[in-house]
């Protein structure tokens, strides 16, 4: 079954000039892009969507570096998307992440580790509605959509 996840560009990707990099990687793997734009995030907002975090001591930290310059916000789709994206980032610990996984290649942070990516299917469902309003995501089929997936994987 095709399923939808946000993937937001931290602050630190586009500082470093990363942006097409680290979208190229999702494309290439075969996700869709149904919605993409930029926005500088809000204290209110990041309190509410870090708010598991909000007895962390760096509970601060994060929303900060989540302050610190505008982020690219995006939802992909694709079979199993969110595992899909979680596997292509690696692990949030930059210094963990194998090389291959954008965290692996492109951090050295448990911070200012180049993406979120939501952690469900569960997850992504909230996280959509949070910074997407519905007329900002898009239905289409890509051409390459069958050369992607055997015909019963989807």
């Not at 734009?37 to 909000?54: I, Q, R």
């Not at 982020?71 to 079979?79: H, P, R, T």
């Not at 998307?81 to 951090?107: E, F, K």
């Amino acid at each position: 079954m095709l399923e939808k996840t946000l993937v937001i560009l931290k602050p630190c990707t586009l500082q470093r000039g990363l942006v097409g990099e680290i979208t190229r990687r999702f494309e290439r793997k075969g996700l869709r892009l149904a919605g993409m734009k930029m926005m500088h995030l809000m204290d209110e907002l990041l309190s509410e969507h870090y708010a598991h975090l909000s007895a962390k001591p760096f509970f601060q930290r994060v929303k900060d570096s989540m302050m610190a310059a505008p982020v690219i916000v995006c939802c992909y789709e694709g079979v199993d998307a969110v595992q899909t994206v979680r596997t292509l980032t690696g692990p949030t610990n930059g210094r963990l992440a194998a090389p291959g996984t954008i965290r692996g290649d492109y951090s050295m942070s448990f911070q200012e580790n180049i993406v979120h990516a939501s952690d469900s299917p569960e997850t992504a469902a909230i996280e959509l509605k949070r910074f997407f309003k519905p007329e900002e995501l898009f239905e289409y089929r890509q051409i390459a959509f069958d050369f992607l997936y055997a015909n019963d994987e989807y």
